[in-house]
């Protein structure tokens, strides 16, 4: 049946095998909206991860319990695991201390956020691939969202070393080795092996400030360590040919995104039929280059700035040991 799932998904009849991890806050409006795409498609086993109130903010546990609230409108059949903090532990530690409860009871998880509007194929896009890549260690995601324009593909997904968590797929041997402290860092920083990964110095610089920040401690993030943790498996995250999820929590209530207009929110989703796979598994470096440059070049510009200002300075010295020579 699993081949089929991606054709088949009506939400109907169907229920999905594959455990899902819903990460809840207190954002009740959006979190039902996602819930009813997980009402959809019924998943027999549910996980759900909730950070507590501030206490110093008026009105914050009451948006959390309406928040849970949601869940509470299960009417299938599902066996429901809950991991609800009473104390605000923030998105860093939430997040990856809640992942990581998670797979201590899974060995394979799909993992949506209460802002991540997924698009119904895209459980069985992920159910499918957590099953055909179980056991291949060069791929450690899946993910369902494409920033991309159309791009002309005969495959249903493409290979990258850019690993999005708008709505994603893992097993537990990719997160078993993840560090929301990046200790290991310094010594992978001594041995330049960052330069294997990126493909420009101007990316290597922005990378290095950028984990020498979480290092720090000065980023309030967990993705940041998990694309490091990717990075230090060599590994490979599938992404799908079409945007199977879309963002729908940009807005002044949420811990990063809070731009409405940014040209990331709300970006339409399409459905994918049956799969077609890549014959061979290498990261498409022309797809990986347009999401640098488009994306996370422009997200985090500082670093960037400075890059080029060295560069033209470089130039400079170039040019005036060439005319002194």
Known sequence: MVGHLVERWSGKGIQLKTPVLFCIYNRPEVTARVFSQLAQIRPERLLVIADGPRPEVSGDAEKVAATRAVIDRIDWPCELTTDYSSLNLGCRIRMASGISWAFEQEDELIILEDDCLPDESFFGFCEQLLQRYRSDARITSI???NFQPARNTIHSYYFSRWAHVWGWATWKRAWDTYDVDINSWPGWRSKRQLKSVVDSLEEYRLWHHVFDNQYAGHNDTWDFPWLYNCWMQD????????????????????????DPEAPLANRPVKSIGRLSHPG?????????KWTYENMFAQMMPAVPQRANRLKRLGKKIRSVFRRAG
């Open 280 to 288: 061979v598994i290498e990261r498409d470096q022309a797809a990986d």
């Open 143 to 145: 993910c369902g969202t």
């Open 235 to 258: 590994g490979l995250t599938i992404i799908p040919s079409v945007n199977l999820v879309s963002n729908i929590g940009f807005g002044s209530d949420a811990t990063h995104t809070t």
